[in-house]
């Protein structure tokens, strides 16, 4: 029966209009569909899609009570497992995750697992968050580094354990990536902040413009009374071509265009006095979710054109399939096979255009994906005014660098017990981007987890 019954669509925004605002694109499924699409689950003995999920939420049993209309519980069983619901159910890339694993999708299209948690998540918002039993205190004082998805699921997950936990935020405001890097038409920054807030009931301090590796060290926080320490610093270093132009006035790399965005609220200017220049013809370097997030932030600033720029065909694009299909409806072009090698600047040091090879796709790489191979002699320009380059981001230096006797790896990245995610230094763990590398908000989440519960481990065996 469930196989008949289609997968439900997510309502969305026309893309003649949202592609003209900074409203959130999906617009989120009624009571009556989300039951609908709850119906199709065949609450599986041996739930697969659970497996497929970094923070093992237990999906058939929300789902469950999706049907029956009880809401509230189902918020209660995503919230035993997941910090961040209304974050996970509009961001997680759930079809490489829990969906890829649904037993309907072998012969079917899966449960719209990842839709059905932001019901659920926005439901509970609306009628206002439960307040979670409080531990007996167990005495024990941790500190976050870090208050980004890693760090925010390590600080939960610690104080409902009982633990004093105090997080200390290098920026204004706490949320890591999720308010600086995704734009506000993908995650509302108030969905953000709200789901940070419930939080606070558990006891977790978090102290903004707290930049660790300048003000205070690791060190320093273990001889203040810490008992442990995790460090969920994320990959916020971003990476250039080494391209000559580059310097020009009118590149950016995508970490500055979308913080100055997003954070800043340079798209409410002159509401706020940040704006973000941003002119006719842009192009963006790279074909991930950044690149797709920085494409159509630039479209909605009120650029003309915007091209992604990628070596590869629309094939090996790491993005997801969904915010490829939103960027195309929306118009931005797409430039494959493509390299650039240079960037022109005008008498005002300004850019003006670009110059790019032509590709094709040779043998596959270690990662499986076909490599890129220049074809001799095909040099062209496209006239820009904008370059953003989104081509990936490395591990945030500030805490590795100051932290003397951290074990690091050749890229920078903290090097952890795989097990606990203890690093090279006696109670201090690690997780997320800074240990992995750019990755997704969920296998954040998932790591920051897993180090609180080597933190507990740890604190009972210095009893």
């Known amino acids: 029966m469930a196989l008949k019954v289609p997968r439900h669509e997510m309502p969305c925004q026309d893309p003649q209009e949202r592609a003209h605002n900074f409203n959130e694109v999906a617009l989120g499924y009624a009571s009556e569909t989300a039951i609908e699409e709850a119906q199709r689950c065949l609450q599986c003995k041996n739930p697969k899609c659970v497996q497929g999920c970094p923070v093992n939420i237990s999906i058939p049993e929300f789902i469950q009570k999706i049907t029956e209309e009880d809401y509230m519980a189902a918020a209660e069983i995503i919230k035993k497992s997941s910090s961040l619901p209304a974050v996970c159910g509009r961001v997680c890339p759930q079809e490489s995750q829990c969906e890829a694993k649904c037993i309907l999708g072998i012969k079917g299209e899966p449960v719209a697992i990842g839709r059905l948690e932001r019901f659920v998540a926005d439901y509970e918002i609306s009628q206002g968050c439960k307040v979670p039993e409080i531990p007996a205190p167990t005495g024990k004082k941790v500190a976050v580094i870090g208050a980004g998805p890693a760090g925010l699921a390590c600080a939960g997950d610690l104080a409902k354990a009982g633990h004093k936990v105090t997080v200390f935020e290098a920026l204004h405001v706490a949320g890591g990536v999720l308010m600086y890097g995704i734009p506000e038409f993908r995650l509302p920054k108030d969905v953000v902040q709200m789901e940070i807030c419930n939080l606070e009931p558990l006891g977790v301090e978090i102290l903004v413009n707290q930049v660790v590796g300048k003000v205070t060290s690791v060190h320093e926080l273990l001889s203040q009374g810490y008992d442990a320490v995790f460090i969920g610093t994320g990959a916020g270093l971003p990476n250039f071509l080494g391209i ?12 500055e265009f979308l913080t100055r965005t997003n954070l800043m609220k340079g798209y409410r200017f ?194």
């Open 244 to 255: 000559p132009g580059e310097n020009l006035n009118g590149v950016y790399s995508a970490n």
């Open 270 to 463: 002159p509401e706020y006095k940040t704006p973000v220049k941003i002119g006719k013809k842009v192009a963006v370097f790279g074909a991930g979710n950044v690149a797709m997030d920085a494409a159509r932030t630039a479209l909605r600033l009120g650029a003309e054109e915007v091209s992604i720029v990628y070596r590869r065909s629309r094939a090996e694009m790491p993005a997801r399939h969904e915010e490829l299909e939103h960027a195309e409806e929306e118009g931005v072009k797409f430039q494959l096979l493509t390299n650039p090698v240079s960037i022109q600047g005008d008498e005002r040091g300004a850019v003006k255009s670009l110059t790019c090879l032509r590709y094709e796709l040779g043998e596959p790489d270690a990662s499986g994906r076909r490599s890129p191979v220049a074809i001799p002699g095909s040099e062209f320009e496209i006239p820009v005014d904008t370059v953003v380059v989104a081509i990936g981001q490395g591990p945030n230096p500030l805490v590795t660098k100051s932290t003397e006797g951290l074990n690091l790896n050749k890229w920078g990245n903290i090097v952890v017990n795989e097990e606990t995610l203890e690093t090279s230094i006696p109670g201090v763990f690690a997780g997320g981007d800074i240990v992995t590398g750019a990755a997704t908000v969920i296998l954040a989440m998932g790591a920051g987890k897993k180090a609180a519960a080597g933190i507990n481990e740890y604190l009972k065996n210095k009893n």
